[in-house]
């Protein structure tokens, strides 16, 4: 499938989404929107992917939405632009499959909503990360106001959200935006030694985990411990949970079929 605005490419059994406007600091626009989305169903139809990466360059992960489309947008285009976001991010969220954003440079705005929909999140040390729409007259509209604030906490995603601040590489660490901070010239190394480690992890097990990590968050306690009961007894129905058992007692790798 052909993108215009996305670099795709599979290696090993590990997807790359190399997001591709370098003039524009890989800001989204509607296009975009539009072909991450298909990228990610790509993603997820084809079998031979195990983990996804998604990255920028070294000045930009994505700076943001561009905003000169949006400056004459009106109640129904915001709409428009917002439910195509949406759309996009859920499918990302929910894609069974691991997924990892690679920052360097600037994550901000839709930026880090994308990242904040991702399972990892690696900063290089340049990175800078924000959703400073408030500034702008506006706040974020692909889920930065739900998403930071369940990630973080609501001190540090108050001080980003309300107050427009944005952060860099170490701080974010520090918070828990993101899991690791790395030297620029060493992001994609560790995004691709990460990614190997989880592509080996059996799929279903994994996709089980995701769905009650997931539907957890938006639920009380109690449901959320039955969705993960349910999840942990339906995985003794696969032929992964015999193996990897019976591996483990026989002290050997296990073989894993995703089955």
């Known amino acids: 499938m052909e993108y215009k605005t996305i670099l795709f490419s599979v290696k090993d059994g590990i997807a790359w989404i190399r997001f591709n406007r370098p003039k ?112 702008l007259g506006i706040i974020p509209g692909g889920g930065g106001t739900q998403r930071l604030t369940r990630l973080v906490g609501l001190g540090p995603a108050a001080e980003m959200l309300l107050a427009g601040v944005t952060i860099k590489a170490e701080k974010a660490l520090s918070i828990g935006l993101v899991t690791e901070v790395v030297p620029v010239d060493q992001l994609e190394i560790k995004a691709e030694d990460l990614a190997m480690r989880l592509a080996v992890i059996p799929a279903v097990a994994m996709k089980a985990c995701k769905t009650a990590m997931r539907s957890g968050l938006n639920c009380g306690l109690k449901e959320g411990l039955r969705i993960e009961e349910m999840a942990f007894c339906m995985l003794f129905g696969t032929l992964d949970q015999k193996e990897g058992m019976k591996a483990f007692l026989e002290k050997r790798k296990p073989k894993f079929l995703g089955k």
């Open 24 to 135: 524009k600091l890989n800001a989204m626009n509607a296009q975009v929107i539009t072909e991450i989305e298909r990228v990610i169903v790509e993603c997820e139809s084809n079998d031979e992917i195990k983990a996804v990466i998604m990255i920028g360059n070294e000045k930009a992960f994505i700076a943001g939405a561009d905003i000169k489309p949006l400056s004459d947008a009106d109640v129904n285009s915001a709409f428009r632009l917002v439910e195509l976001t949406t759309r996009m991010q859920e499918r990302l969220a929910d894609l069974p499959k691991p997924t990892i954003a690679a920052i360097s440079g600037f994550a901000l705005g839709g930026g880090l909503e994308v990242a904040l929909c991702c399972d990892f999140r690696l900063a290089a040390e340049n990175a800078v990360l924000g959703l400073p729409e408030i500034t």
